[in-house]
């Protein structure tokens, strides 16, 4: 199984940034996916989830109503649209899929500054 994420980089503040994961090897269709962050002397936390087959997604607080998290089955990929970016989402992005057990991907790293 791999997660390969893609889209990251260096973003002044409130900029646009939509990050990408490239799933394979494992039964995308069947896996809830989410977003996780972890910045610089923090612990990972969750940014958004989706379920396997859409529909009801949640968002971390800080992100709520900038951040969209979708998914295209067909093409096994799920995608992060981060909006009216700041400071503190600064952070390596990473993507997981979770069923019965669990896969991370490398991570992205999202940089605000100007």
């Known amino acids: 199984a791999q997660l390969v994420e893609s889209g990251g980089g260096l973003v002044q503040p409130g900029g646009s940034l939509t990050l990408t994961c490239a799933a394979s090897?494992?039964?995308?269709?069947?896996?809830?996916m989410s977003w996780h962050r972890q910045a610089p002397g923090k612990e990972r936390e969750l940014v958004a989830s989706i379920p396997s087959f859409g529909g009801s997604t949640t968002y971390a607080d800080s992100v709520k109503g900038r951040f969209t998290i979708s998914r295209d089955n067909a093409k096994r990929t799920v995608y992060l649209q981060m909006n009216s970016l700041n400071a503190e989402d600064t952070a390596v992005y990473y993507c997981?899929?979770?069923?019965?057990?669990?896969?991370w991907g490398q991570g992205t790293q999202v940089t605000v500054s100007s």
């Open positions: 997981n899929a979770k069923r019965d057990r669990a896969y």
């Open positions: 090897g494992f039964a995308f269709n069947s896996y809830r």
